[in-house]
Structures are given as C-alpha cells and as structure tokens.
C-alpha cells in the first residue's frame, strides 16, 4: 500500500470523524431546543391557567346574583394581605342555563400561597402550593410552578394601602402579580451576572384590576 493510499486514508478517516461530531452536534442541539420547547410549555399553560383563574375570581368580588344579599359592597373584601385574600362572591351552580351567574347565596373565597417547605421534596426551593377555598372546604393546594404571589391594594385615588389592610371598605383596585417557574433546572439558561443555571419562568401582572361591583356604592 502505497503512502499516498495511507494518506487517503486518513484523510477520509479524519472527514467522517468530523462529520460524525457535527452530526452529533446538531442533534443534541435540536433535542435540547426540543426539551427546552416543551419545558416552556409547560410553564406557560401554569401561568396562563393561574392567571385566568384568578381574573375570573377577583371580578367577581362582591358580586351576587341576588344583589339585595350584599347590603354593602364596602364589606365584601373581608381580609386583604400582600399573598392572602378572603372575600365575598357567589359561585355558579351550574356551567349552563340561568344558574350560571350563581344562585344568589354568598359564597366566601379565599386565595392563599404555602410556605416554600410544603414542596420540600420538588428540584425548586421557591416553588409553593396555591389554595383557593370555597367556603369551609378543606384547604387543598395544586402545585403549578407558582414561586410568587403578590397582591397590592389601592384606594379610590389610587394612594396604595398598607397590607395587612385595616380598612378594606377603602379598596378599589386591586394589583396581582404572579410568576410561575420550572420544577427543575434548565442548563441552557443561566444568570448572566452569577453564571449559575436558573429555572425557566413566566411572569404576569394585573395592574388596577377592577372588580366593578365594588365600585356598587
């Protein structure tokens, strides 16, 4: 075998090697674009199926079907924290017919987050449980990724009330923040400033929310 066959040789050794790692390269790419994909996803659909909740909720605050119930809408906060609330509302019976807008008894909600030691056993240290109470029901949360919980409130000046809110017959507007993380860690992303991995989140805020049946007066 002649020395320019072993060189021919070699070289196309070395071309397919090359090639072979590009390959591999570019597959691990995609799959890790793909698991990324599908981890954003996940953490969307959290956020969005929390958010809508909670807007659906929150505008119904003080609301009855029989409005004659609510003597006062100024009492139908009944207490106001920066991660808890409990208020008055009336819950629909059923998801069809006239029974949709509630059978015009008072229904007490209320909106809470856990502490972070609830979820001791997920990858995430800051993730927590969220509970919404219907009435006397037995508190039971549903882990959706939710790491912050945040409620502000204003008055009809818009001047911002100290939390805990002594006086909730002054709140008129109603700021929520929520963000919503990965339960486990993403190598692809990473802080900038620390160089250390972060979880993917989403974030959302309702500025001035407006529950109109507050403004009912």
């Not at 924290?81 to 209320?110: A, E």
């Not at 056993?121 to 039971?140: A, F, G, I, K, Q």
Request: aromatic content about 12%; glycine content about 4%.
């Amino acid at each position: 075998m002649g020395s320019q066959t072993i060189l021919d040789l070699i070289s196309s050794t070395i071309v397919f090697g090359t090639l072979t790692m590009i390959a591999l390269r570019l597959n691990g790419g995609t799959m890790e674009n793909i698991q990324s994909f599908r981890e954003d996803i996940v953490v969307q659909q959290n956020l969005v199926a929390v958010s809508e909740l909670l807007e659906y909720d929150f505008r119904k605050i003080a609301y009855c079907k029989n409005y004659n119930t609510i003597t006062s809408p100024t009492k139908a906060i009944r207490y106001a924290d920066t991660s808890k609330i409990i208020f008055w509302t009336d819950f629909p019976v059923s998801r069809w017919g006239s029974q949709f807008d509630g059978n015009g008894v008072l229904d007490s909600l209320t909106y809470y987050v856990g502490p972070t030691s609830e979820l001791a056993d997920t990858p995430n240290p800051n993730d927590r449980l969220l509970y919404r109470v219907e009435n006397n029901s037995t508190p039971r949360g549903v882990n959706l990724g939710v790491t912050t919980f945040n409620i502000q409130y204003y008055d009809a000046f818009r001047n911002k009330l100290t939390t805990p809110v002594d006086s909730c017959q002054l709140i008129q507007y109603l700021q929520i923040t929520i963000q919503v993380e990965h339960p486990v860690k993403w190598t692809k992303y990473y802080n900038t400033a620390t160089y250390d991995t972060v979880y993917q989140s989403a974030f959302w805020r309702q500025v001035r929310l407006v529950a109109k049946n507050l403004n009912n007066r």
